[in-house]
C-alpha cells in the first residue's frame, strides 16, 4: 500500500513541528507532496526543539507553515482548501497533548487539544471533502490489558490515564464521522517512539542526555516494566502507507519486540560508552506495566513492517545526540 510516489498531491499535516508529524512530512516531501503543516509550538516541552524540527522543514521545497490552533476552528477554516481550490488530497492529524503522566495534572487541557481538536479536523474534512485522514492514536489505549500483544480486536476500555481516556475519546468521535460521512480514517495506535528529534520528555531520549551528561539516571519502578519501542522512520512509513486505506480502519504501528526498560538504558551505556547512575523512584499510577504490539493488521493492510532493530535504532539516537549537543545545550528533560 506504500505509495512511492506523491507527485501532485498536497496534504495537510497538522502538529507538523512535533516528533511525529516532522517525520511525516519530511517523509511525503521527498515522495513529491506538496505538505502544508500546522502546529502551535506550544511549551509541552521546551519548543527549541520544536523550532529545530521546523527550520529543517521550512528549508524543503513544497512546504507551508501556518501557526495555529487545532483547537480553533475558525483558524483552521482559513486553511481548509489549499490553492487553486482542490481539496487536500488527506489529512495526516497527528497533532495532540502529549504525557501519560501530565495528563494526571491538567486533564482538561488534554480533552480540548486530543478531542475537541480532533472534532475539528473532522469537520474540515467533511466541509471541505477531504477524502482521507490519518489520525494518531496511543498504545496507551489498551491500558494493562493481557498478557500477550495487544491487538485491535482485543479490549480497549479501561485506560489509566486521561490521555489514553482522550485519545480513545478521539477514536470514537471519527468512528461516528466514518458512520455518518463516510470519511474514510485510518486511526493509527502507536508504540512508545524514539530516534533523533525525539520528545525531551520521553525516556530514551532522557536516559541519552542524562546518561552522556552524568546525571542520575530516572527510573520510575523497578526497571522491569516493557516497552515495545519503535523507531520513528518506522512509524513515518507505516503512517504515509495507512492513506491510501478506504473505510475505517485501526492499526497498530509497533516493533513487535518488547524491551525491558533497564535493558534499553544498558543499550544506552555500551552505545555511549558510559555508565549511568541509576535513580530509582516509585512507579507512576498511570504507567502501564507492558506495551507489546501485534501487527498482522499492519502487515495485511499496509504492507509494513518495521525494519530497524533497536540496538540499530540506539545507534542511530546516539550518534544523533553526540553530534548536535551543542545546539541541545540547555534543552530540559524534565519526566514526562
Known amino acids: ?156 476500555d479501561e485506560p489509566l490515564s486521561p490521555y489514553a481516556a482522550t485519545k480513545k475519546g478521539a477514536e470514537a468521535i471519527c468512528h461516528s464521522y466514518h458512520h455518518l460521512f463516510g470519511l474514510n480514517i485510518s486511526l493509527l495506535r502507536y508504540f512508545t517512539v524514539y530516534g533523533p528529534y525525539g520528545r525531551p520528555d ?31 522512520a518506522d512509524i513515518a512509513r507505516g503512517t504515509v502507507a495507512a492513506v491510501r486505506l478506504p473505510g475505517f480502519h485501526i492499526l497498530n504501528l509497533g516493533s ?7 535493558e534499553a538504558v544498558h543499550k544506552i551505556e555500551a552505545a555511549l560508552g558510559k555508565s549511568g547512575r541509576l535513580d530509582f523512584r516509585p512507579a507512576h499510577g498511570a504507567d502501564v506495566a507492558r506495551t507489546w504490539a501485534e501487527i498482522g493488521k499492519a502487515r495485511q493492510l499496509l504492507r509494513w513492517r518495521p525494519e530497524t532493530p533497536f540496538d540499530s535504532g540506539i545507534e542511530r539516537l546516539t550518534r544523533w545526540y553526540t553530534q548536535h549537543r551543542t545546539a541541545l545545550a540547555g534543552l530540559e528533560y524534565a519526566s514526562e
Open 202 to 232: 520521553m525516556a530514551l531520549f532522557r536516559f541519552v542526555h542524562w546518561i552522556s551528561t552524568g546525571q542520575p539516571v530516572v527510573i520510575y519502578g523497578d526497571g522491569l516494566q516493557q516497552r515495545d519501542f519503535t523507531y520513528i
Open 256 to 262: 513487535d519486540h518488547p524491551v525491558q526498560v533497564l
Open 1 to 156: 500500500m506504500t505509495p512511492s510516489k506523491l507527485h501532485d498531491e498536497h496534504f495537510l499535516v497538522t502538529g507538523a513541528a512535533g516528533f511525529i508529524g516532522s517525520a511525516v512530512a519530511t517523509l511525503l516531501l521527498e515522495r513529491g507532496a506538496r505538505v502544508t503543516g500546522v502546529d502551535n509550538l506550544c511549551a509541552t516541552y521546551d519548543v527549541r526543539l520544536k523550532l529545530l524540527r521546523l527550520e529543517r522543514l521550512l528549508k524543503r521545497p513544497g512546504f507551508a507553515f501556518r501557526c495555529l490552533d487545532v483547537e480553533d476552528f475558525d483558524a483552521l477554516r482559513q486553511i481548509g482548501v489549499p490553492g487553486g481550490g482542490r481539496p487536500y488530497d488527506g489529512i495526516f492529524h497527528l497533532a495532540a497533548r502529549a504525557g501519560v503522566r501530565t495528563s494526571t495534572l491538567n486533564p482538561w487541557v488534554y480533552v480540548r487539544t486530543n478531542i475537541i481538536g480532533t472534532l475539528n479536523i473532522l469537520e474540515l474534512a467533511r466541509e471541505n471533502g477531504v477524502p482521507h485522514l490519518v489520525v494518531a492514536s496511543s498504545s496507551s489505549v489498551y491500558g494493562n490489558g493481557g498478557e500477550g500483544a495487544s491487538s485491535e480486536s482485543g479490549a480497549a
